[in-house]
Nanobody, 122 residues
Framework: VQLQASGGGLVKPGGALTLSCVAS????????ISWFRQAPGKEREAVSC????????YVRDSVKGRFTISRDTAKNTVYLQMNSLKPEDTAVYYC????????????????WGQGTQVTVSS
């Protein structure tokens, strides 16, 4: 099982980025995929999650209306579209996979991608 995250970069406030998480070794209909982020000196936090079975999605309050999670089962890829980015969105973003159900705590996840840096700065 592998997760490959990509799409991070440097963007100005108000800008947009799309992160991608390519899964291999399993199919998205059997695993929930979440995006977490971790800023320097802060705990890792769940940003958004999409469940495996029914595609139910969760988005944390601080990014609601700005971030959208989606998946392409044919490509076995989950996306995080991030619009109206703010400096406080700066962090390393990780995708993670959970075999059953979904959750917002890092310890609940079985597999992790390598992380991609998102920096929002003028």
């Amino acid at each position: 099982v592998q997760l490959q995250a990509s799409g991070g970069g440097l963007v100005k406030p108000g800008g947009a980025l799309t992160l991608s998480c390519v899964a291999s070794g399993f199919t998205l209909d059997s695993y929930a995929i979440s995006w977490f982020r971790q800023a320097p000196g802060k705990e890792r936090e769940a940003v958004s999650c999409i469940s495996g079975r029914d595609g139910y999605s969760y988005v944390r309050d601080s990014v609601k209306g700005r971030f959208t999670i989606s998946r392409d089962t044919a490509k076995n890829t989950v996306y995080l579209q991030m619009n109206s980015l703010k400096p406080e969105d700066t962090a390393v973003y990780y995708c993670a996979a959970k075999a059953q159900g979904w959750g917002t705590e890092p310890f609940q996840y079985d597999y992790w991608g390598q992380g991609t840096q998102v920096t929002v700065s003028s």
